[in-house]
């Protein structure tokens, strides 16, 4: 079993959809990242999470230290939200980052 | 301010040949870390630094090195290439080790024939 599970695999959606990408995680953390990936390759780091909840814009991410679980949300999503989005932890040790498989998201016009 | 810059962007390299891989952060980062990215591993980490020193390293063999100096810019080396190594390889930066948020570059694409 992966230390970082994401879900869905894949998923498509229409322009103005609510959207929640899932990640769960089975090791103790210092901190969760959402990244962005767009086709080229460039990675954007979206959030930084310890607890709680952040948004940003019409992204919002919140994470369940006690349950290893986090979700993002994306409102009213749009064509350019089309990309993949990466889940990583970084163990409570603060050592290495381990990557979910990410989601590969497509918003349809 | 300008972000994190990696050299070359695209590059062919022949089985058994070397390759360096470099890395200039984001002005004030002291941390670089760097993770190869395949379809079908995914991300995964390769090592990190801090001020010069090696902090952590994934499960790479030793034909995967890297350094920093003293301007934090990082190098990557793989020596003796395998098919296997054709990869993106990225690059990233942030303030510290731990508890900030990290910078990518645009990555290193390298293809092994």
């Known amino acids: 079993k992966n230390e970082v599970e994401q879900s869905p695999q894949n998923l498509t959606a229409q322009e103005g959809e609510f959207i929640t990408i899932n990640c769960s995680y089975s090791?103790?953390?210092?901190?969760l990242h959402w990244l962005q990936q767009h086709p080229g390759g460039g990675i954007v780091s979206l959030f930084m999470?310890?607890?709680g909840k952040k948004k940003h814009g019409r992204l919002i991410a919140t994470i369940n230290i006690q349950e290893k679980h986090s979700s993002l949300h994306i409102t009213a999503s749009h064509p350019r939200d089309s990309a993949v989005y990466i889940c990583?932890?970084?163990?409570?040790?603060?050592?290495?980052?381990?990557f979910g498989a990410g989601t590969i998201l497509r918003v349809k016009s | 301010k300008a972000g994190v810059t990696q050299t070359p962007r695209y590059l062919i390299k022949t089985r058994g040949q070397q390759v360096t891989l470099s890395c200039s952060p984001i002005s004030g980062h002291r941390s670089v870390s760097w993770y190869q990215q395949t379809p079908g591993q995914g991300l995964q980490f390769l090592f990190e630094y801090f001020s010069e020193t090696q902090r952590n390293k994934g499960n790479f063999p030793g034909r995967f090195s890297g350094r920093q100096f003293s301007n934090s810019r990082s190098e990557m080396n793989v020596s003796t290439l395998e098919l296997g190594d054709s990869a993106l390889y990225l690059c990233?930066?942030?303030?510290?080790?731990?508890?900030?948020?990290?910078?990518f570059g645009e990555g290193s694409w390298l293809t092994v024939v």
């Open positions: 990583a932890v970084k163990g409570a040790s603060g050592n290495k980052l381990v």
């Open positions: 990233a930066s942030s303030l510290q080790v731990s508890g900030n948020t990290i910078y």
């Open positions: 999470l310890s607890s």
């Open positions: 090791v103790g953390i210092s901190a």
